[in-house]
């Protein structure tokens, strides 16, 4: 099956490293995936990742402060070395992962991914990073799995967000086994090539592309695999407005706010809204994971 991972954007002002995104890399990252017929022609020209500087400093997160220009300016202080991920639950082989050895076993790939928030701002990303499912692979996930769960770090000393009761910490997300086995679904390491800044979840975090960014959860200390779908910081903190699949849907409006149109970050001072597509881009490789489910119900 053919897989697009990276979609038709419409050309737009960005000022960024322009010189790093070119047809060959693209192309070559599409080899290395085993994918065929994808980034053809325009399309693989037209995806402009935003700029180095854009990515990270407007970010959310809120162990570092609710703004977007808190966690560039406290997460330097996040200790990311050493790291390890606790992996349990419903493995084979539970533990604690050192990171080195799990980067040791995994191969790193660039992907170049559209990141949509639910709060209708989007950029586009490249990032560095490898499946999850290979990861998952290497702790033998059990049949009885149907759920995986993930937690942030939480570490006072050098998270002043967490003295405040924002979310109930540690931040935790969590996905079904099939999404978290599906193909576009990452751990990320870095973007552009370096190393992911501290504020985008340094060392590890996920990215999930067709669901909200708040999904996508930073600095991963604990992957669980359980039979129950989990309690996610969210969908804990207001239901009503925050689901467990937050899939993109821009027939979905929250419930202050419409989804069928996003602000591109790096667009400029007068740059419009553009439209939001049904699964951020992504319908033809995971709609099939929804067949027959009632989107605004399970929003
Ligand atoms: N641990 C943790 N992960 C998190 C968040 C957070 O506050 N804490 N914010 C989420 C939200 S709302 C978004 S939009 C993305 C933002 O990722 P970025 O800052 O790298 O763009 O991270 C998500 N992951
Ligand atoms: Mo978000």
Request: aromatic fraction near 12%; proline fraction near 6%.
């Amino acid at each position: 099956m053919a897989m697009r991972w990276t979609n038709t954007l419409k050309d737009r002002e960005v000022t960024d490293e322009a010189t790093f995104l070119n047809r060959r890399q693209l192309m070559a990252g599409a080899a290395g995936l085993g994918l065929v017929g994808v980034a053809t022609g325009a399309s693989a020209e037209e995806l402009k990742p935003n700029s180095f500087e854009d990515i990270s400093n407007y970010c959310n997160f809120y162990e570092f402060g609710t703004a977007k220009e808190d966690p560039p300016k406290y997460a330097g202080a996040l200790t990311t070395s050493p790291w390890s991920v606790k992996i349990d639950g419903m493995v084979d082989s539970p533990g604690d992962y050192a990171l080195e050895d799990i980067l040791s076993k995994m191969t790193i790939e660039e992907r170049i991914y559209r990141f949509r928030c639910v709060e209708a701002w989007s950029m586009v990303v490249p990032w560095n990073g490898f499946e999850l499912a290979d990861l998952l692979a290497l702790a033998g996930v059990q049949s009885s799995a149907k759920y995986v769960v993930f937690e942030t770090l939480v570490r006072p000393e050098e998270m002043p967000g967490v003295k405040y009761p924002v979310l109930d910490w540690p931040y935790v997300e969590g996905l079904r086994l099939d999404e978290a086995m599906h193909p576009l679904t990452m751990m990320a390491t870095g973007i552009y090539g370096k190393d992911l800044p501290n504020q985008n979840g340094a060392p590890l975090r996920l990215v999930v592309p067709w669901k909200y960014g708040f999904k996508s959860i930073k600095s991963i200390v604990r992957i669980t695999l359980t039979d129950k779908e989990p309690a996610t910081s969210w969908n804990k903190a207001n239901a009503s407005e925050y689901g467990f699949y937050s899939n993109v849907n821009p027939e979905v409006n929250h419930p202050r706010w419409s989804q069928a149109t996003e602000r591109q970050l790096g667009g400029g001072l007068f740059a419009g809204r553009v439209p939001t597509l049904k699964f951020n881009g992504y319908e033809e490789d995971v709609a099939s994971l929804y067949t027959g489910m009632d989107l605004k119900t399970h929003f």
